[in-house]
């Protein structure tokens, strides 16, 4: 498991407060209903915790977090 | 302040289109010119303003200072992210509109300030927030002037956000996406919108709001429906027909709009109404209110932050409107609304409800009647019994 993915997989586990996400990388969070539009807050905070880069609001999308993968892809961008 | 509106009759609309003939012209031959929606940009505001105008003149040393104070920062933050500077050019920012908004009490209201001042600031705060957050690395003069002046939606909004103008300014469009993606959609907007407007708005005001102008029973039911739909089609008319001209000028916006009364819930609701000053509100103000107090730990708690978030943020925007009393209180309304609801939204009884047949139909009913009221607090027609 890379870096990324795993970040990817503690912080949206914490987030969306289940484990079920793993099942599917793909699985669209928000149409799954796991994610509102808290969720890109507590993101940040988590990234920010974690990683000690500072994010803002308008840094990142509701796309970047909708999906396990999409977020592996987003950490990798900002690295 | 004199108010004139952009899309208040249907000869205004077709000096606009007349005006961006030359677009389409140069767009149905593959073309795309920043210069020339600059020119026409230049021509819609001198004919909005008219040339002669104090309000023109207004503009003029508005735009000067405001370019320069966004270029002195852009210099200076790169060379420090200091806090205090970045704040100290926020204030100053903001007290060209603090002053007209103060103004607007005393005997110099019809002077000062210009149509469009409230919305060409989010644009300017934004500029300056992006700028602070290094977000913006480059800064081409046309594309800065052309942004804030950008006409069509330059009076009563939509707010036009920087990177998608740069996004879309910039990018070549070949004929055919110009004809299938811009200007078929860009007319159907104009058409619908001036139905909206012209057609639904003026029946509502001319054969229900102006009759029913001395208190009655049936008078305020009558206003208490008839207002909020016709705020609605006259507000929304207008932002299909700005959004509309943009798109014919090569530029997409976002919709204002999208089926506000359909909302379940007054957070629904603020997705679907207004949409650019609610985003705008949530990426520069609420966020960043909740982050910032998240990190500094004045709050341990996300949701407690974020209703603190809601009650700042809405009764900033009651003030935008204005200073006046009933606007404050539209802001402290809807803050309220979006505290309960985020409290309804978490319990388990919302969880049994939602399931239930009616749902929809139910709180659809219930969230109109509370936008209703909140639109009778803002229109200050209880204020004033």
């Known amino acids: 498991m890379g870096d990324n993915e795993k970040l990817a997989r503690e912080i949206l586990e914490k987030v969306c407060e289940t484990d079920e996400i793993f099942e599917d990388y793909d699985m669209d969070l928000v149409d799954e209903g796991f994610i509102d539009s808290f969720a890109l807050l507590s993101v940040i905070l988590e990234i920010e915790e974690r990683t000690g880069k500072k994010l803002q609001p308008t840094d990142i999308k509701k796309e970047d977090i909708s999906s396990i993968n999409s977020l592996i892809e987003f950490l990798g961008n900002i690295k | ?385």
């Open chain 2, 1 to 385: 302040m004199i108010q004139i509106e952009q899309y208040n009759s249907l000869f205004n609309i077709y000096i606009y289109i007349l005006l961006v003939i030359p677009v389409v012209i140069i767009s149905l031959l593959g073309k795309k010119s920043k210069i020339l929606n600059l020119a026409i940009s230049v021509v819609m505001l001198s004919l909005l303003f008219r040339l002669e105008s104090i309000q023109m003149r207004e503009v003029c040393v508005f735009l000067i200072c405001e370019l320069l104070l966004i270029y002195i920062y852009f210099l200076i933050r790169k060379k420090t992210d200091s806090k205090w500077i970045y704040y100290l050019i926020l204030l100053i920012s903001i007290l060209p509109l603090a002053i007209v908004k103060f103004s607007a009490h005393g005997k110099f209201a019809d002077v000062i300030g210009f149509v469009g001042i409230s919305y060409i600031s989010f644009k300017i705060w934004e500029l300056i927030i992006q700028i602070y957050d290094g977000r913006i690395e480059r800064m081409k003069f046309i594309d800065t002037l052309g942004f804030l002046i950008f006409a069509p939606p330059f009076s009563s909004g939509p707010i036009m956000r920087y990177d998608l103008f740069i996004e879309e300014s910039s990018k070549s469009i070949d004929r055919k996406e110009y004809f299938y993606d811009y200007l078929v959609p860009g007319i159907k907007k104009i058409i619908l919108g001036a139905f909206y407007k012209f057609s639904i708005a003026f029946i509502i005001n001319e054969y229900i709001l102006s009759r029913y102008t001395e208190l009655s029973a049936k008078g305020a039911i009558a206003y208490f429906y008839a207002y909020t739909l016709y705020l609605f089609f006259d507000f929304a008319g207008y932002s299909l027909m700005a959004v509309g001209t943009s798109y014919l000028m090569g530029i997409k916006m976002i919709d204002n709009f999208n089926k506000p009364f359909l909302a379940r819930n007054i957070k629904e609701f603020w997705e679907r109404w207004h949409i650019s000053l609610s985003t705008w509100f949530n990426d520069f103000l609420f966020s960043r209110f909740v982050l910032r107090n998240m990190r500094n730990g004045r709050f341990k708690d996300t949701k407690k932050a974020a209703r603190w978030g809601y009650v700042v943020t809405m009764m900033t925007m009651g003030i935008w409107h204005g200073l006046y009393l009933h606007y404050i209180l539209y802001g402290l309304y809807h803050g309220i609304w979006l505290v309960l609801t985020d409290k309804w939204l978490k319990t388990k009884t919302f969880r049994k409800v939602k399931k239930m047949k009616y749902y929809n139909l139910i709180s659809r009913l219930i969230t109109f009647h509370i936008v209703a009221f909140g639109m009778l607090i803002f229109s200050g027609f209880l204020i004033s019994i």
